[in-house]
């Protein structure tokens, strides 16, 4: 061998072992044996929050899709005026730098919390992909009673590549289980509304409020969304744009609460005989997202088979049910920031869709697609909330 090629190949090991000495050193340092250090948050650790979603120096990820980021508004408005039982606030620390934040909110009475929604999921922008997340959150889901462990979900957007690959993994091997998209539609009726004129047969049906819980229990519990998957893709809405477990607690507080509406068959108003479908009302609506406007958010729950025609009746039966401004009767009527008499609009979120690509043109069930705009809901965005299980 010459000169030449011993002072290469001398030359490129050593760059080679400089290149390994500067790789083992970050990972040791960010990651693997870094004295990451984890504690619970507290109410004044909003500067933490702050630093760790680069909302301090502007770097910070667009992650509502509209360009910002939603957890200092609802660090300060949401988080911290509930009842300390039910959510789970965690940071992880280098030294003084808070990295990482992950948080679990829970569902149930707060002596008997029973399913949770990982969100607020950040890490520092200097310290991704480290396997930050990898540990602040398996940290996060010990400190979960098992109960709420084994039923915890998550969502993100369609648009958040870096999460979307995260939570689908490799080929073959998913973080996380896929329960489905869904997509939000403003109902956007006509004015003056003509009913008589559209065709329908929205007369035949009976629109109410369901009183009990055990047919509403009944229809939830025998869909097939729920008896022909594992794990169930049938969720009930929960807070804000949140979901939680069908469970007998859950459907009896949406009962409770006023929150699901009926579409029968005329003539059948009592139990869940001639349900053709059920409307349930998220907990919380919502102002200046994803319209201007109060919000409020509904998801649907249909009698399968429902042949095309009966399905744009639902849907239209449920639209014209739905009041334009805010009420004494309205479930979130009494919440301070809401004024009697404000505009309201109504958001049907369709979905789960089985749209296993993240980019796929079909993520609302195709049928569904083709009475919607038929029945007013008009699709507010392009994109979708992929939610997931915790496996
Ligand atoms: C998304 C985020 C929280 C992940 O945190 P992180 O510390 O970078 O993630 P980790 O390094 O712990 O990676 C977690 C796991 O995902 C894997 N992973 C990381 N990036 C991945 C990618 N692009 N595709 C597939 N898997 C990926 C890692 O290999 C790791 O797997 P392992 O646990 O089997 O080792 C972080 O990047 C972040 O704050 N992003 C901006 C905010 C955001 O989008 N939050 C989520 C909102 S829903």
Redesign the pocket.
């Known amino acids: 061998m010459s000169r030449t090629s011993l002072a290469i190949a001398a030359g490129a090991t050593t760059a080679a072992a400089v290149a390994l000495a500067i790789w083992i050193r970050r990972r040791t340092q960010s990651?693997g044996t870094c004295p990451l250090v984890i504690r619970a948050a507290v109410k004044d650790d909003l500067e933490h929050l702050l630093v760790v979603?680069g909302l301090k120096d502007g770097v910070g990820?667009d992650?509502t899709g509209d360009g910002g980021d939603y957890v200092k508004e609802a660090w300060v408005e949401d988080w911290w005026t509930r009842d300390p039982r039910t959510h789970f606030n965690e940071f992880a620390f280098i030294g003084d730098l808070a990295v990482?934040f992950a948080r679990c909110d829970c569902f149930g009475a707060p002596e008997r919390i029973e399913s949770g929604w990982l969100?607020g999921?950040?890490?520092?922008?200097g310290?991704?992909?480290?396997?930050?997340?990898?540990?602040?959150?398996a940290h996060l889901l010990c400190s979960l009673p098992p109960i709420v462990r084994q039923q915890t979900y998550?969502?993100?957007?369609s648009t958040?590549t870096?999460?979307v690959?995260?939570c689908?993994?490799?080929k073959g091997r998913p973080?996380y289980e896929y329960i489905g998209a869904f997509v939000m539609h403003a109902l956007e009726l006509p004015k003056p509304a003509r009913p008589a004129d559209d065709g329908s047969c929205t007369s035949t049906l009976h629109v109410r409020i369901l009183d009990s819980s055990e047919a509403a229990w009944s229809f939830f519990a025998s869909h097939p969304l729920h008896t022909e998957h594992k794990p169930s893709r049938l969720l009930l809405p929960a807070r804000f744009y949140a979901f939680r477990a069908l469970t007998h607690a859950a459907v009896a507080d949406k009962v409770a609460g006023g929150r699901i509406t009926a579409i029968c068959r005329g003539g059948t108003d009592r139990g869940n005989e001639g349900v053709l479908a059920l409307f349930v009302n998220f907990d919380s609506d919502h102002k200046g997202w994803p319209l201007q406007t109060l919000c409020s958010f509904h998801t649907a729950y249909f009698t399968p088979g429902l042949p095309l025609e009966e399905l744009r009746a639902v849907l239209l039966a449920f639209g014209r049910s739905r009041p334009t401004a805010l009420h004494s009767g309205h479930p979130n009527a009494s919440s301070d920031d809401l004024t009697p008499g404000e505009s309201l609009t109504t958001i049907l979120v369709a979905g789960p869709c089985d749209n296993k690509q993240p980019d796929s043109a079909t993520d609302v069930e195709p049928k569904l697609s083709k009475v919607l705009a038929a029945a007013h809901f008009k699709r507010s965005r392009d994109t979708h909330l992929r939610v997931y299980k915790v496996p």
């Open positions: 990651s979603a990820k992650i990482g969100e999921l950040r890490v520092h922008s310290y991704q992909g480290r396997g930050i997340m990898h540990r602040l959150q998550l969502a993100v957007g958040n870096q999460m690959g995260i689908d993994g490799g973080r």
